[in-house]
């Protein structure tokens, strides 16, 4: 048996012509047809050459489908795909042997930031016009990404004052030192080092100085140095600097009809606009919303429009729901309300009276009579299975908007929104999973939420365009997009 061996002299490596470097159905072709398929105008971008003459540019549409193109193969680099652009035949074949350096990619994805954004709109109409978005339920869901940001750079006002308190001490010491060598020896390495160090921490401290200034304006418990709109979130993979993207999900083909990279540390407050900006996108309003514990804000979910139905658990139904946390004997739910009265009915039969209102903690106080209390035979430790052991008796709170809370919580139990529920998971992990696994994309490469929320409408359309090409076949998708 011979060894197959290579050899670099032979006359013709590839084919004499380009087009014949990649197969009719390659990935590749896909992603030329779909930019090509863009109206470039809407997305603010100009075809038409500079006529005040300059410097020879690129056409967009070639940066466009390399950068776009190179999301999708998980390269996002700008250097990297330069380097694609040499030794990637399928980046050869769609840049037609054309050579950008990383400058010209990084400028065109800086300058065009907005209209990057706005691709992920155009591929959304064109499912749409595809029939493969019914737009009638949407799945939310937010998954932390990492910041292109340490998180040792996140100060606060208290670890600013702390770090100058040391730079001070640290530069007085450095100046008595410089005072103890000789006056004579003014060109001794040792004081010409020292006085560097003195002028570089004064430099860190002016840039200290410059975030407190900053946190004040701003009114910002903490600031990130290196990028000021990300944020400290915990995910499972520990606390670092990161940005809560919102994925809106079409529960047709589970392709996304929405994304926002947002500068928050969990879910809460973000149902109502996700539905609002994912309306806008669609042109048409969803019947079913359908979202997890973490969006359950009632101050939030009461701006939606009352004829949507929402389907998301109380925290206390989640906690049910996973077998955590038990009804407790004498909990809230065991009460009951009497709205006619407005008062609480007790399991041993007797009333809890209005007493205040909190109206900046949007809440009602219930208090049972204190002496009725002590003489019930539930008085005593709850975490031994009483009621309560305050000597001024049980006290129940009530939201202003518990009406709705309970509306919300009893439409989440009927069998056909459980349904729903259910198909929540599979449905907006999915585009997540895709991003950070198979495009290797669980950090940014961008700083700024501008950019980043460009980079994650790019990773976006990579996962729409990844699964079209599933549902639809890739040279059927290819003939769909340049007959369009």
Request: with cysteine; net charge positive.
């Amino acid at each position: 048996m011979a060894y197959t061996m290579n050899t670099r002299a032979q006359t013709i490596m590839l084919p004499p012509v380009i087009e014949d470097y990649v197969a009719l159905d390659a990935p590749v072709r896909i992603y030329d047809a779909f930019v090509d398929s863009l109206d470039f105008n809407a997305l603010g971008i100009s075809l038409q050459p500079n006529p005040h003459g300059g410097q020879d540019e690129y056409y967009p549409k070639d940066i466009m489908k390399l950068i776009i193109f190179g999301y999708s193969y998980g390269i996002r680099s700008s250097r990297k795909l330069e380097r694609a652009c040499y030794d990637n035949l399928s980046f050869i074949w769609l840049m037609g042997g054309l050579k950008p350096d990383f400058c010209t990619i990084a400028r065109f994805r800086h300058t065009y930031k907005e209209a990057i954004r706005r691709v992920l709109k155009q591929c959304v109409h064109l499912c749409i016009k595809l029939d493969l978005i019914s737009s009638n339920m949407l799945f939310i869901d937010g998954s932390k990404f990492r910041a292109n940001a340490s998180i040792n750079n996140t100060w606060t006002k208290e670890k600013c004052q702390k770090s100058l308190k040391k730079l001070e001490e640290y530069i007085d010491h450095l100046v008595d030192e410089t005072e103890n060598i000789d006056t004579q020896e003014q060109d001794n390495d040792t004081l010409v080092k020292t006085k560097e160090k003195i002028q570089d921490k004064a430099k860190l401290m002016n840039k200290i100085k410059d975030v407190m200034a900053d946190l004040e304006i701003s009114k910002q418990k903490s600031l990130n140095s290196t990028d000021p709109d990300c944020v400290n979130a915990k995910s499972r993979q520990g606390t670092h600097a990161s940005y809560n993207v919102q994925s809106v999900v079409d529960s047709k083909h589970g392709l996304i009809v929405h994304t926002e990279a947002v500068p928050h540390a969990v879910d809460l407050n973000q149902l109502s606009r996700q539905i609002e900006q994912a309306t806008a996108v669609l042109e048409k309003k969803p019947e079913h919303v359908c979202a997890d514990c973490g969006y359950s804000s009632i101050e939030d979910i009461k701006d939606i429009d009352a004829d949507i139905n929402i389907v998301v658990p109380s925290h206390k139904q989640a906690q049910e729901n996973n077998g955590r946390h038990p009804l407790p004997a004498f909990g809230k739910e065991r009460f009951t309300y009497d709205a006619a009265r407005d008062e609480y009915v007790c399991p041993e039969n007797q009333r809890l009276s209005y007493r205040r209102d909190r109206s900046d903690r949007a809440q009602k106080y219930y208090h049972c009579n204190k002496l009725i209390c002590r003489n019930c035979p539930n008085f005593g430790d709850p975490r031994q299975g009483k009621c309560t052991q305050s000597l001024r008796g049980r006290e129940i709170t009530r939201m202003h908007q518990q009406d709705l809370q309970d509306r919300l919580e009893k439409n989440y139990k009927k069998p056909e929104n459980q349904s729903i529920y259910a198909l929540r998971k599979q449905m907006v992990e999915h585009p997540f999973g895709h991003m950070k696994r198979n495009l290797g994309a669980g950090q940014f490469m961008l700083r700024g939420k501008a950019n980043v929320n460009a980079e994650a409408s790019l990773l976006s359309t990579c996962f729409n365009i990844s699964r079209l090409t599933t549902i639809v076949g890739a040279l059927a998708l290819i003939n769909t997009l340049k007959g369009i």
